[in-house]
C-alpha cells in the first residue's frame, strides 16, 4: 500500500493498462487477469456510479420541465392577472417617484434654458419630457409586450420538443469486457455533465423570473431617465437587460429541441443503410451529439445573456470541476485497491521507456505486445508526468487561488506567497493579487514586511508560469498591474516590468513552436502591430482594457506615465476615457484634459496609415476622433472636461471626422498634402467641410482654390463647385475643372456658378465676361437666369454691359472736362494767362468725351435696332406671338438690370474697387 501512497499518478496508469491489454491475444495469463480485475472494478463501482447518477438526472430533467413551464406562465408586467403584490407595489413606488422627478427634471431645464445650457434646453428636452410623461403609465404593459414575445418564441421551440429527454442506451446488448468499459463510463460521463448542464438551464430561468420582475418595478424610473442626456445611459442599460433577460430562452429551447432530437434518433437513423452492424457505437453516438448540442447551445445563450447569466454558469463550471476532481480521486483510489502489486509492476516494467528491447524477436506477439507497451509508456509518461502534473498543478494552482482569494489583506496573502512551495501556485497567487490589485501592498515592505516583499523574480517567474497555463484573464491582469511599474537592474537603469513581460512572451512563443504569424515582438504579434498599431505590450495592454475592473487595475497614477498616456490618445474610445474618468475623477481628468488642450484638433484627426495583416499600407484614417467626441459631450463636461476649442460640440467633431476621411479618401499622397494646406488656411469648420468634400471628389481642382486669396471666396467658391452636377461623372469632373478655372479670376461669380455650367465653349466664355459687369449679386442671379432661358441674349448683353461701362466713362469725362473748363475760365476771368500744355489737354479730353460720346451713340443704336428686330419678328400663331411678347418682356428686364449697375464712377469707392477685383474688371 505504500506504493499508492507515495503516487497517486500511478494508479491512473494501472486503470488505463487493462484496456490497453485488451489488444493482445487473449492466451496470455497477464490479460486474463486484466479483464477480470476491470470486469469487476468496472461492474461494481462504475455500474453503480452511474446509475446513481442516472437517477439524478433523471430527477433533475423532471425539475427543469417544471421550472420552464412555470417560469414561461409567470406574470411579469404590473397589473396582470396572478401578479406577485411586491411587483405591483414597486411598480406603483417607482411610477410616483418618477412623477417627482420628472416635475424637477422641468425645473431643471426652465433653469437650463435661461443659463444656455445647450444640451438641456427647452427645444431639445421638453418634448422627450412629454412623451414620458404618457408613456410612464404604460411602462408595464411595454415590459410585458417584450416578455410575451420572449416567452412565445422560447414556448415554440420546447413545445415542439416530441420527447421528454429519454435516458439513452437502452437494450444495449455487448456484454463483452470492452462493451461493458465502454457502457459504464460513457454512462458516467453522459450522466454527470448532463446534470449540471441541466442544473444551469433550472437557475438560468428561476433568475429570468426574478430579474424582470425587477426590472418591471424599474420600469418606470427607467423610462424618466431618457429625457436628460446625461441619465438616458441608465435608460439604455435598462433596456439592454430587459431584452436579454425576455429573450434568453429562446437559444436555450432551440438547442434544447436539437439534443432532444439528436437523442430520439434510432441506429438506421444515424448510419448508412449498407454500413455492418455499429454496435455499441453507435448507440452512443446519439446521447452524445445531444450532449454536444447541448453544451454548445448552453454555451452560446450564457454568452448571450447578461453578466447575471454568465455568472451563474461560471459557477456551475466551477461545480462541474470540483466534481470531476472528486471522481477522478475516488478512480484512482479504487483502482490502487482492486489492483494487485504484481500486476501494477509487470505493467510498469513492460513500457517501452523502461524496456527498449522488450517484445524484439518475438514475432507477431512481440511486435503486437510491443506497440502494447510503447502505448503504455506514452500512457505512463503522459498521465504519470504529463496529465498528472497538469492535473496535480491544476489542484495546486486551485488550492493557492482559493487561499490568496480568502486572504483579509496584503499580509496575509504576502504570508500565502510565502508558504506556497510550488511555482503553479505563487503563479496563481500573483494572478489573484493582480485582480484584487493588491500587488502594489506586496511590493511595499511598510505593509508586508521587508522579508515578505515581492520580488523582482519572483514575479518574473510566476508570469512565465502563467503563460504555460493560457489563462488569459490572469495573464492580462498582471500585464495591466505592471503596465507602469519599474525596477532598477543591475547596471541602476530604469526597467519596465511590462517590457520584461513582453520579452518573456517572446521566448515563450518561440520556444513553444508557434507559428510565425503567432509569436510575438515585444509581447504583441505582427498582426496587432500592423493592423492595430500597437507598438508594444503596453499599449495592448492599455487599449485592450474596456470594464470598469480592468481599468482600475492601472491605478490613477497612470497619468503620471507619458508612455501609458500616449497610448490612451491614440487608442481609448469615449467609453473607456469615461469609466477612468468616473473612477479617478479629477486626478485622471485635470491631466487628461490638459494634455488633450496641448495636443490640440490637429493631433486628433492627423490621418495615420492603416495596413493589413501583411504589413502593407491599404489607406489611412484619423488617428482617434473619438476622444474628441467625448471632450466635447455632457458627459464629460459633467466630469469636468473642457472641450477643446473648435470641437466643443458633437456636431463640430462629426464635421472635423468627416474632413479627416475626405482626406484620407486621396490616395495620392501630393494631393492631399495639398488638398490639406488649402483647407488648413480655412478657419469655419463648415466652410472646411464643403472645401474638403469638392477636392475630395476631385483634387484636380486645387489649383483653383490655391489661387484664391480670400477664405471667404474659397467657401463660396467651394460651394458653388459641390453644387455643379453633368450628365455624368466625366463630364461632372471637366464641367467642374472649367468653372474652377473661372472662378479662380472671378470668385465673385460662384452665385452663378450654375448658370456658367449651362454653356459650353466660346458662350461661356461671354457669359463670365457678361456676368463679370453685374457687381450686385442679386442682379447678377437674375441676368444669370435670363441668359440661361435665351442664349441667344448672350452678345446682345455683353453690348448692353458695355454701353452702360461707356455711359459711366462719359459722365465721368464730362465731370472733368467741366473743371477744366470752369477751372481756365475763373483764370481768365482774374486777367491769368493760361498755359499751353493746358489747354492743349483740355482740348484733347474734349476731343476724346466727344470720340466716346460718338461710340456710344452708335451702341446705343444697335441696340435699339436690336429690340426693333425682336418687335418685328413675324407672329404666325398665338405660341410664337406669346413667345414674341415672353423674349422682349425679358430683354427689356435686362435691359433695366444692366443699366442700374454702375450708378458711381470707377474707383469711387473701396467697396466698388473689391467688388470689381473680384469679376475681374479692372
Not at 422627478?101 to 445647450?118: E, K, M, S, Y
Not at 447541448?294 to 445573456?305: R, V
Not at 464629460?636 to 458633437?650: F, H, I, M, R
Not at 482654390?705 to 453633368?726: C, N, P, T, W, Y
Amino acid at each position: 500500500m505504500d506504493f499508492f501512497r507515495c503516487n497517486t499518478r500511478r494508479a491512473l496508469v494501472l486503470f488505463i493498462m487493462p484496456s490497453l491489454l485488451l489488444l493482445l491475444p487473449r492466451s496470455t495469463n497477464a490479460i486474463s487477469l486484466v479483464e477480470i480485475v476491470a470486469s469487476t472494478f468496472i461492474k461494481g463501482t462504475l455500474g453503480t456510479v452511474a446509475n446513481a447518477l442516472n437517477f439524478i438526472l433523471f430527477g433533475v430533467i423532471k425539475l427543469m420541465q417544471w421550472t420552464i413551464d412555470s417560469a414561461l406562465s409567470i406574470p411579469i408586467a404590473p397589473g396582470a392577472q396572478g401578479i406577485v403584490p411586491l411587483v405591483e407595489t414597486g411598480w406603483n413606488v417607482s411610477r410616483s417617484l418618477g412623477f417627482i422627478i420628472l416635475a424637477l427634471t422641468l425645473v431643471f431645464i426652465g433653469l437650463a434654458t435661461i443659463l444656455r445650457l445647450q444640451n438641456y434646453q427647452l427645444q431639445k428636452t421638453l418634448p422627450a419630457l412629454v412623451v414620458i410623461a404618457l408613456l410612464i403609465n404604460f411602462s408595464g404593459v411595454l415590459v410585458g409586450i417584450v416578455v410575451d414575445i420572449g416567452n412565445i418564441l422560447t414556448n415554440f421551440f420546447f413545445g415542439s420538443i416530441k420527447t421528454t429527454w429519454n435516458l439513452p442506451w437502452q437494450g444495449v446488448s455487448d456484454q463483452t469486457t470492452s462493451g461493458i468499459i465502454a457502457f459504464e463510463v460513457a454512462r458516467v460521463l453522459y450522466f454527470g455533465i448532463a446534470i449540471f448542464i441541466y442544473l444551469a438551464v433550472v437557475a438560468i430561468f428561476f433568475i429570468r423570473v426574478l430579474a424582470l420582475w425587477t426590472i418591471a418595478m424599474l420600469a418606470p424610473l427607467a423610462f424618466t431617465a431618457y429625457v436628460l442626456p446625461s441619465t438616458r445611459k441608465f435608460w439604455d442599460q435598462w433596456l439592454h437587460a430587459l431584452i436579454q433577460w425576455a429573450f434568453v430562452g429562446v437559444p436555450m429551447g432551440f438547442f434544447l429541441f436539437l439534443s432532444s432530437h439528436a437523442l430520439s434518433l434510432s441506429q438506421s437513423d444515424i448510419l448508412p443503410s449498407n454500413a455492418q452492424s455499429p454496435g455499441v457505437i453507435a448507440a452512443f453516438f446519439g446521447p452524445f451529439v445531444a450532449l454536444f448540442l447541448l453544451f454548445i447551445g448552453i454555451t452560446i445563450s450564457i454568452s448571450m445573456a447578461p453578466a447575471q447569466a454568465q455568472t451563474i454558469a461560471n459557477w456551475t463550471r466551477a461545480q462541474g470541476s470540483k466534481a470531476a476532481q472528486w471522481a477522478r480521486h475516488k478512480t484512482a483510489t479504487t483502482v490502487k485497491d482492486k489492483v494487485s502489486d504484481r500486476v501494477r509492476s509487470w505493467a510498469e516494467k513492460q513500457a517501452a521507456s523502461r524496456n527498449p528491447t522488450w517484445g524484439q524477436g518475438k514475432g507477431g506477439f512481440g511486435f503486437a505486445g510491443r506497440r502494447a507497451a510503447d502505448v503504455a509508456g506514452l500512457a505512463r509518461r503522459s498521465f504519470g508526468k504529463g496529465v498528472g502534473a497538469v492535473t496535480n498543478e491544476k489542484d495546486v494552482a486551485q488550492a493557492a487561488d482559493k487561499k490568496a482569494r480568502a486572504a483579509k489583506n496584503a499580509r496575509e496573502l504576502a504570508a500565502i506567497l510565502r508558504e506556497e512551495a510550488t511555482q503553479a501556485g505563487k503563479a496563481r497567487i500573483l494572478a489573484v493579487a493582480a485582480q484584487r490589485r493588491m500587488i502594489g501592498d506586496l511590493m511595499d515592505e511598510n505593509v508586508v514586511g521587508k522579508g515578505n516583499v515581492l520580488s523582482k523574480d519572483e514575479v518574473l517567474k510566476s508570469y512565465n508560469k502563467l503563460l504555460t497555463t493560457d489563462d488569459k484573464d490572469a495573464i492580462e491582469a498582471v500585464d495591466r498591474t505592471f503596465a507602469r511599474r519599474t525596477y532598477k537592474d543591475a547596471q541602476g537603469n530604469t526597467v519596465r516590468y511590462i517590457d520584461e513581460l513582453g520579452q518573456l512572451r517572446d521566448n515563450f512563443t518561440k520556444r513553444e513552436g508557434y507559428a510565425e504569424k503567432d509569436r510575438t515582438t515585444g509581447g504583441v504579434t505582427q498582426e496587432e502591430i500592423n493592423v492595430k498599431g500597437y507598438k508594444n505590450l503596453l499599449e495592448k495592454t492599455v487599449a485592450e482594457a474596456r470594464t470598469s475592473d480592468e481599468i482600475k487595475q492601472f491605478g490613477s497614477g497612470i497619468v503620471e506615465d507619458e508612455a501609458a498616456m500616449e497610448a490612451i490618445d491614440k487608442h481609448w474610445g469615449a467609453h473607456q476615457a469615461q469609466t477612468a474618468a468616473t473612477l479617478w475623477g479629477r486626478e485622471f481628468v485635470r491631466p487628461f484634459g490638459e494634455r488633450m488642450q496641448k495636443k490640440g484638433i490637429e493631433y486628433y484627426a492627423e490621418l495615420i496609415p492603416v495596413k493589413n495583416k501583411e504589413g502593407n499600407v491599404v489607406g489611412s484614417r484619423p488617428r482617434n476622433t473619438d476622444l474628441l467626441r467625448f471632450a466635447a459631450s455632457s458627459a464629460a463636461q459633467g466630469l469636468g472636461l473642457s472641450p477643446l476649442e473648435g470641437a466643443e460640440t458633437p456636431e463640430q467633431v462629426n464635421t472635423i471626422t468627416r474632413v479627416a476621411n475626405t482626406l484620407a479618401g486621396i490616395k495620392d499622397d501630393a494631393a492631399r498634402r495639398e488638398v490639406k494646406t488649402i483647407i488648413d488656411k480655412v478657419r469655419d469648420l463648415d466652410s472646411k467641410r464643403n472645401i474638403a468634400e469638392v477636392l475630395g471628389k476631385d483634387p484636380d481642382l486645387r489649383s483653383a482654390f490655391q489661387s484664391i486669396k480670400e477664405e471667404r471666396d474659397q467657401i463660396e467658391v467651394a460651394r458653388a463647385l459641390a453644387g455643379i452636377r453633368g450628365v455624368d461623372e466625366n463630364d461632372t469632373k471637366a464641367t467642374r475643372k472649367e468653372i474652377a478655372g473661372i472662378l479662380a479670376n472671378r470668385p465673385a461669380l460662384s452665385n452663378v456658378a450654375n448658370v456658367l455650367a449651362s454653356f459650353k465653349g466660346a458662350e461661356r466664355t461671354t457669359a463670365a465676361n457678361t456676368l463679370a459687369t453685374v457687381l450686385n449679386p442679386p442682379a447678377r442671379e437674375q441676368v444669370g437666369e435670363l441668359l440661361r432661358k435665351n442664349s441667344q441674349f448672350l452678345e446682345p448683353t455683353l453690348r448692353l454691359s458695355q454701353l452702360a461701362a461707356q455711359q459711366y466713362e462719359i459722365r465721368f469725362k464730362q465731370s472733368n472736362v467741366e473743371k477744366m473748363r470752369s477751372g481756365i475760365r475763373s483764370t481768365q476771368n482774374a486777367g491769368g494767362k493760361i498755359s499751353a500744355a493746358r489747354e492743349a489737354q483740355f482740348k484733347e479730353e474734349e476731343r476724346k468725351l466727344a470720340e466716346m460720346e460718338k461710340a456710344t451713340a452708335a451702341l446705343a443704336q444697335e441696340l435699339d435696332k436690336y429690340k426693333r428686330d425682336l418687335h418685328q419678328v413675324p407672329d404666325t400663331t398665338p405660341q410664337s406671338q406669346e413667345a414674341r411678347r415672353v423674349r422682349v418682356a425679358q430683354w427689356e428686364t435686362l435691359e433695366r438690370l444692366m443699366k442700374s449697375q454702375k450708378t458711381e464712377a470707377p474707383g469711387a469707392g473701396k467697396r466698388q474697387k473689391k467688388q470689381r477685383r473680384q469679376v475681374g474688371q479692372p
